[in-house]
DNA sequence: TAGATTGTTAATCGATTAACAATC
DNA sequence: TAGATTGTTAATCGATTAACAATC
């Protein structure tokens, strides 16, 4: 789409503007400088600036951003319009929780069906929507084609479970089960979410007691 | 303790590196070079040794790194020994699902206290562990001490919630609530997770066709 | 017009990679 | 000893910050 490269770190920024954004469009905020921005996101306003112009002139002299514009154009480049079609494999604890608890549409996906390998658990059903079995995994995909796929499986099943569902035609994972995710298809999307190395940084700080100016303190 | 600072991107990487080790020394594997590691976790060989430099020589000229050794020093310095107290706020689908999903003595932590705000679910239990109201919270602060809070409340109780125990004594922040919890004290740590920011790249990559070599894709 | 604030270029900073001497 | 691989310095790369001319 855009051919200028954009680079990574700008990319996993985008969320976060989005965020921002949306809650001082809620709060009936109609316009806001970059100045003031960065200092309730805690960046800087020239990070901010060259972030946006990556895309083009969002703002405007003198005047800073339009809110809901900027949101909307953000949200845009990210796809929240979008409705990919996923589905998620394995309802352990972890898999209701994130079948639930995340907002599907806010992210552009749409969340078509739950798999479970365990016949205890297929043939149930959560919030209304029905918990297949695995084994009906192909027929659903060749109908249905999902593009995302959402692994909340033991760390053992995930590889070949990623690797049969890319013969599926499913593009991206985002992947719960413990171990990194590590697929040869270089056109495949993988995002290893790792919520015990998230709380790992956080027993390092307790234990070295970073303390100092929020600017010098590097896990704030 | 450490006087030469470490920098916040070779502290994210700890946890990982800490994981792959685990992996290897369960598979028993002996010992690696930092080029068969490089591989297999998708790094330079540079980077490993440049990283693992920063504490100290773990390794050795011609043979490579003890892999049970350097693990066990790495999860030393993330401080996977330690104890630290926990505290689990709000139980609703995602706050069972940490409560419950996450290894917190693999993580160094102890989760000593679960609460939620709904007299329909305070009093009852998770996995044998009572939920309390959070009308206790000082009382239970007073006498526990907890170091670390773990937030899976509404996004607009947070920050009111993180204060308050802030004032009892609490170091460190685990925020699951929707937007950023932003605390004016630098001694505090807060560990912000937006599983939402993470799907969103996803989102992003599968409008972009993120296509080459995997070196060359940002996103993998 | 004067004031504000962007878009954009140039300077700085930090992180990654390459290279190689030290040494097991 | 010869081979392997680290520890470490120097070179490169990319990302962030500062500065300021353009312009609303």
Same mark, same amino acid.
């Not at 979008?82 to 494999?89: C, M, Q, S, T, V």
């Not at 659903?140 to 690797?163: K, R, S």
């Not at 569902?165 to 790792?194: K, T």
């Given at each position: 789409?855009?051919?200028?490269?954009?680079?990574?770190?700008?990319?996993?920024?985008?969320?976060?503007?989005?965020?921002?954004?949306?809650? *001082?469009?809620?709060?009936?905020?109609?316009?806001?400088?970059?100045?003031?921005?960065?200092?309730?996101?805690?960046?800087?306003?020239?990070?901010?600036?060259?972030?946006?112009?990556?895309?083009?002139?969002? /703002?405007?002299?003198?005047?800073?951003?339009?809110?809901?514009?900027?949101?909307?154009?953000?949200?845009?480049?990210?796809?929240?319009?979008?409705?990919?079609?996923?589905?998620?494999?394995?309802?352990?604890?972890?898999?209701?929780?994130?079948?639930?608890?995340?907002?599907?549409?806010?992210?552009?996906?749409?969340?078509?069906?739950?798999?479970?390998?365990?016949?205890?658990?297929? /043939?149930?059903?959560?919030?209304?929507?029905?918990?297949?079995?695995?084994?009906?995994?192909?027929?659903?995909?060749?109908?249905?084609?999902?593009?995302?796929?959402?692994?909340?499986?033991?760390?053992?099943?995930?590889?070949?479970?990623?690797?049969? *569902?890319?013969?599926?035609?499913?593009?991206?994972?985002?992947?719960?089960?413990?171990?990194?995710?590590?697929?040869?298809?270089?056109?495949?999307?993988?995002?290893?979410?790792?919520?015990?190395?998230?709380? *790992?940084?956080?027993?390092?700080?307790?234990?070295?007691?970073?303390?100092?100016?929020?600017?010098?303190?590097?896990?704030?």
């Amino acid at each position: 789409m855009a051919k200028q490269e954009i680079s990574p770190s700008v990319i996993r920024r985008l969320p976060r503007y989005y965020r921002f954004l949306g809650e *001082l469009s809620a709060r009936g905020v109609v316009r806001i400088s970059s100045k003031e921005l960065s200092q309730q996101m805690g960046l800087t306003a020239s990070q901010i600036r060259q972030d946006l112009n990556c895309f083009g002139g969002f /703002g405007q002299q003198g005047y800073g951003y339009n809110v809901s514009a900027l949101r909307s154009q953000i949200g845009q480049i990210l796809g929240v319009n979008e409705a990919r079609r996923a589905i998620l494999i394995g309802l352990g604890n972890l898999g209701r929780a994130i079948a639930s608890h995340v907002n599907y549409p806010d992210c552009g996906c749409e969340l078509i069906g739950l798999f479970d390998s365990n016949p205890f658990v297929a /043939g149930r059903d959560l919030n209304g929507m029905p918990i297949h079995h695995t084994e009906t995994l192909a027929g659903f995909c060749h109908q249905e084609h999902p593009e995302l796929a959402i692994l909340c499986v033991p760390e053992q099943a995930a590889p070949a479970l990623a690797n049969q *569902l890319a013969g599926l035609g499913v593009r991206a994972f985002w992947n719960f089960s413990h171990g990194d995710l590590r697929l040869n298809d270089p056109a495949l999307l993988v995002e290893n979410v790792h919520l015990a190395d998230s709380l *790992l940084t956080l027993t390092y700080g307790l234990g070295h007691d970073i303390t100092g100016e929020p600017a010098d303190n590097p896990l704030r």
